[in-house]
Each structure stands twice: as C-alpha cells, then as structure tokens.
C-alpha cells in the first residue's frame, strides 16, 4: 500500500449510483422480454377470402358445315342490320288561329221622346186703361212732385253754400297776395256725406285751388236731404273767392 493510496476516501457514493442505474436498465430489458413472448405466442387472425364458384359450360363443336352456314348467316345479318337512317321529322307547322267576328251588335229599340203636353198658356190680365180724368190727376201728381223736387233742390243748394261759408278761413298765407275765384264740384249723398270733390276751373294759383279742396274737406258732412228731395246723390258746382 501506498503513501498516496492512504489519503484518498474510498468511492463509496460512485457505486451506488451505478448499481441503481444497471438495476433500472436490466428491469427494462426484462419489460421488453416479456412483451416480445406475450406477442409470439399469440395466434395469428388470417382473413379469408371466401372462395367463389365459377361453373363453365363447354359446348361440343359444330360440324364443319354447320359452323360455315352460322358463319354465313352471322355475316347476312350484319349486312341487313345496317341502321336504316332515321325519319326526318319535319315540325308540325301551327296555323294561325281563326279570326272570330264579334256578333252584330243587337239594335235595341229606340225610344222615341214621348211627346210632352204644351203648358196651357195663361191669359195675361190686361191693366184696365185709366179714364181720362184719371191720367189727369195723375199727370198733376207728377208735376206737383217734380216742382216740389225742384224747390226742395234749391232750398238744400242754398243749405250748402251756407255751409260752406261757416267753414271758409281767413286767406291762406302761402297764395302771395294773389287773388281769384276757385269753382269747386263735389257730390253729397242723402246722409250729406261727401261723395267726391274736384276742380272744375282753376283760379291759377295752386295755393288757392289747394284750400278750396280743403274747405270742402273741412264742411264734410253737410246737411241730410230734406224729404222731398227724392234723389239718391246730388251734384253741386260752388265758387269760392279769394281776395287779399
């Protein structure tokens, strides 16, 4: 024994190990062993084929004669089993159908209108004439009612110019000194409302034409018609002077 041998630990875990490790390999090997004689002696499942009979008719030959006329025969019919070529089919061609005619149309029976009774003309009554003393009286109505008319007319006229005056102011400043004489025309309703007004001569001098229209506008509404005036409307021409 040597001095170096002395010193060295014994390898003790090194072994261990490598027994261990031999144990696991030869199990496996005995696994292996044991799976390889199970499969050997295991019978083996052949499949099969399930056999298939044929049976096979063997006919004697014919005689020579026999076989040359079946021979003949054979060639005969390919001959007439030629296709025969078919039937061409010509198209059905589709008339037109028939043109149906209506019927005439029945005639009904015209009514004629039946004839419708005149109305019986209705005797006009004639007005009987008045007597001449009759159309006297009434012709004197008449002109009582128009001199009437006439004088009620004149009475109102003179209404209205006095009317007017009421209203008339002192001379209008924007004139310069001018003076003249404006004729006025204006329309009055029953009520003495101021229908319409106008000019129907000028003075020549606009200021003054301008407040004649206004004095006109300033009277409005005049005097109603007395009873006897039986007019709707009334006309009137007034003058109205200007003098500085």
Excluded: C
């Amino acid at each position: 024994m040597t001095a170096h041998a002395l010193h060295l630990p014994e390898p003790r875990g090194t072994a261990r190990w490598t027994l261990a490790a031999l144990g696991i390999v030869l199990a496996h090997l005995a696994a292996v062993a044991a799976f390889l004689l199970w499969y050997a002696r295991k019978p083996l499942e052949v499949d099969a084929i399930p056999a298939i009979a044929v049976s096979l008719e063997v006919q004697a030959p014919a005689s020579p004669e026999q076989s040359f006329d079946a021979v003949a025969e054979q060639k005969v019919e390919q001959v007439d089993a030629t296709p025969t070529p078919p039937e061409i089919v010509q198209p059905k061609r589709e008339q037109p159908p028939e043109k149906t005619e209506p019927p005439p149309p029945v005639q009904s029976e015209i009514a004629l209108p039946k004839p419708v009774p005149k109305p019986v003309e209705e005797k006009r009554q004639v007005a009987p004439q008045p007597t001449p003393q009759e159309a006297r009286q009434a012709a004197a109505t008449r002109e009582a009612v128009r001199v009437a008319n006439i004088a009620a007319s004149n009475v109102y006229a003179s209404l209205v110019f006095g009317h007017l005056q009421r209203f008339k102011r002192n001379y209008p400043t924007g004139a310069g000194g001018a003076s003249g004489t404006v004729t006025v025309t204006f329309a009055l309703a029953r009520d003495g409302s101021l229908l319409s007004s106008g000019i129907s001569k000028s003075s020549g001098n606009p200021a003054l034409d301008q407040e004649a229209l206004a004095l006109l506008r300033r009277a409005n509404p005049f005097p109603p018609f007395p009873a006897a005036k039986t007019s709707a409307q009334e006309s009137f021409n007034a003058p109205v002077n200007f003098a500085r």
